[in-house]
């Protein structure tokens, strides 16, 4: 059964003050959409002086790759050739890094509505997921120490990691942390519209035949329903803390 977060919250001042910056590392981070990961994946990196990587953006420009190119839904080795041709990576220099795609960052239309409708659906495509398999394991060969976050990356992406987490939230309070980051933008939405939209994607993503949503059996899976971020962020920083010493000892 996946484990639980242990002990109470515990802040950096708590604990080591660094990973030790020799030391190769991947953390995993997964869950369903609206729990919080990719800002608490950016935080914990922070803390940890680890790079931070997004698969999801990876999948949002391709979805957005497939709608601007109106390629029509059989055409998926089309698809395929014009997203490897994109070359989607990351402008590392920037905080948080920035995608790229044909060397253009995609940044703002990575959020628009008909990429979020579409990205469960593309983001189902074997071939396309082995291909960001295949980039994302590149990535972590240049960037060792790393923070990554996704559907499958402790299950699929990196399954031998050291350290993987999964977090969960119940629905209705994703749809409420959603439509909060859009009212941010300035953007209204209906807050039942949201909830279908948040269980439709929870569906589509833990059905898909490839990489799955799912909690990898040794993976600490961590409710954030009644968890601010900065708790969030305390809790994984020292869960990884707590292991990165022990692991360095088995190891050598």
């Known amino acids: 059964m996946p484990l639980t977060a242990s002990g109470a919250l515990v802040g950096a001042q708590d ?19 609206g729990t919080g990961k990719s800002t608490v994946a950016r935080m914990l990196a922070k803390r940890l002086g680890l790079d931070f990587l997004d698969t999801g ?24 050739s014009t997203v490897m041709g994109a070359d989607i990576h990351f402008d590392w220099s920037q905080d948080p890094p920035v995608l790229l795609a044909w060397d253009d960052p995609m940044t703002t239309r990575l959020r628009e509505w008909d990429v979020t409708d579409n990205v469960s659906w593309v983001s189902s495509l074997g071939e396309l997921r082995h291909h960001m398999v295949r980039k994302q394991r590149i990535i972590a060969a240049q960037h060792p120490r790393l923070v990554t976050e996704g559907r499958d990356q402790g299950s699929v ?36 519209s949201m909830l279908e939209r948040i269980l439709n994607r929870d569906e589509l993503d833990s059905t898909r035949a490839d990489g799955p949503l799912m909690c990898a059996d040794d993976a600490i899976r961590l409710d954030t329903s009644d968890l601010t971020i900065d708790e969030v962020v305390d809790t994984l920083e020292a869960e990884v803390r707590a292991r ?8 050598g």
């Open 15 to 33: 604990v080591e003050s660094e990973v030790p910056l020799d030391e190769p590392i991947i953390v995993t981070i997964d869950g369903p959409a």
């Open 157 to 192: 992406a990196f399954p031998d990691a050291p350290v993987k987490f999964y977090l969960d939230a119940d629905a209705s309070v994703r749809a409420q942390r959603r439509i909060e980051q859009l009212e941010m933008d300035g953007l209204e939405v209906d807050a039942d």
């Open 57 to 80: 953006a990876m999948y949002r420009a391709a979805t957005a790759i497939y709608l601007d190119s109106k390629l029509a839904k059989e055409e998926t080795g089309e698809l395929l």
């Open 244 to 251: 990165v010493p022990a692991l360095a000892s088995k190891d």
